[in-house]
């Protein structure tokens, strides 16, 4: 007797039933999906700032906005040999950025050169020029690539891209002598004369003087070797570029004390050398008079210790000029660590925002009408909701 078996599926009203139902729910599900995702979309849009120039040639979209409320933007610099992005600020006719150029000729012109990678120390006057303000680009630092800047572009307050080479600046400190800011609030060119901010250094732990044996005001050699070894707080002894001078600052000395004891003044007098203090991040200035400054320090210092006012008191201030004395003021000056900086160049080989035309502009969502008076309110969420 054969046996016959019936292959394939009982289709019955409650499978049939099943099936629709998961069919529709999954086509309505990913309608549902889809819209959202088009809706979101479309919010982010309507809330994206797009910044463009006068052609309508977009520049990027704004990841945020500085002080004054300008976009900020990346550019891309895909010319170097990593991916580096420069962060600049846009505003209505110019580009700005955090970091200074800097020139070895007067309006901006001559060499441009830039600070190292997160250098906080020199030239720390930002557009505030409050000391420590700051002028540092930290986005550069974290990337370890080049440093980038706005700086001089023909005169115009439009301003250019560079970034910082392998190549020191071809000018020394004090032959930079102006500073395009960019970020400074102006009428017309940021461009501004420079020099490197300066600061009396402090004296305090130089000079221990020793008269007929006695120590005045305390003042022994063996603490005066203890307390030049510690500047106060955020100070830093200049013991190595004393020692450079050393022997011709005993020198001289020798000879002002020598002639000083022809007219009765301090005849008798021993004096100890310790250290002069600069603030951290600074040095004392070497400049073509640094012995006789120092000198002339020496003895200000000794004489007030003596309760004598030496700037004041003519005869003392002829005797010192006919050695070549004179009076002066001992400076600590921060030192600019400056690069060459060259134009950024985009993937045509020409200069990276040279060919946008300003006045920029933020664009508006498409379907924004310029003569609606429809307001959107958008409710605060999360913390610090106002009731």
Not at 13 to 33: A, D, F, K, P, R
Not at 133 to 160: D, F, H, K, R, T
Not at 364 to 378: D, G, K, Q, V, Y
Request: proline share 5%.
């Amino acid at each position: 007797m054969n046996k016959q078996y019936q292959q394939g599926y009982i289709l019955t009203i409650e499978l049939i039933l099943i099936i629709t139902i998961l069919i529709i729910g999954s086509i309505g599900g990913v309608i549902l999906v889809r819209d959202a995702l088009i809706k979101r979309y479309h919010t982010k849009v309507d809330n994206q700032i797009t910044v463009v120039d006068a052609n309508n040639t977009p520049l990027g979209i704004a990841i945020g906005f500085d002080e004054h409320q300008a976009p900020l933007i990346f550019y891309t610099d895909r010319q170097a040999n990593a991916t580096y992005r420069a962060l600049i600020g846009i505003r209505d006719d110019r580009f700005t950025s955090r970091e200074a150029i800097y020139y070895d000729a007067p309006n901006c012109q001559g060499n441009p050169c830039i600070k190292s990678l997160s250098d906080e120390f020199s030239d720390s006057l930002g557009v505030s020029n409050t000391a420590n303000s700051g002028n540092v680009s930290y986005i550069n630092a974290l990337q370890q690539g080049p440093n980038y800047a706005i700086g001089e572009l023909s005169n115009s307050v439009m301003g250019q891209l560079l970034k910082s080479t392998a190549l020191a600046c071809p000018a020394t400190g004090d032959e930079i002598v102006s500073r395009y800011m960019s970020q400074k609030v102006v009428t017309g060119n940021p461009c501004e004369s420079f020099s490197i901010a300066k600061q009396q250094a402090d004296s305090s732990c130089l000079v221990g003087v020793t008269a007929l044996g006695n120590p005045l005001l305390g003042i022994d050699s063996q603490q005066l070797s203890q307390s030049c070894n510690s500047c106060q707080t955020g100070y830093e002894p200049q013991g190595d570029i004393l020692d450079l001078y050393l022997p011709q600052v005993e020198v001289l000395l020798g000879t002002a004390l020598d002639a000083l004891s022809l007219i009765g003044v301090a005849s008798s007098v021993d004096v100890e050398l310790g250290s002069i203090c600069c603030p951290q991040g600074t040095q004392l200035e070497e400049d073509e008079n640094i012995v006789e400054t120092v000198v002339f320090t020496i003895l200000e210092t000794t004489f007030e210790l003596l309760g004598i006012d030496l700037i004041n008191n003519d005869i003392i201030i002829q005797t010192l000029a006919l050695i070549g004395i004179e009076p002066g003021v001992t400076y600590c000056e921060a030192s600019l660590n400056l690069t060459s900086a060259e134009p950024v160049l985009n993937t045509q080989g020409e200069p990276a925002l040279n060919n946008l035309l300003p006045p920029f502009r933020v664009k508006l969502p498409s379907h924004t009408s310029a003569n609606s008076t429809r307001w959107i309110s958008t409710p605060p969420k999360g913390e610090g909701v106002r009731p």
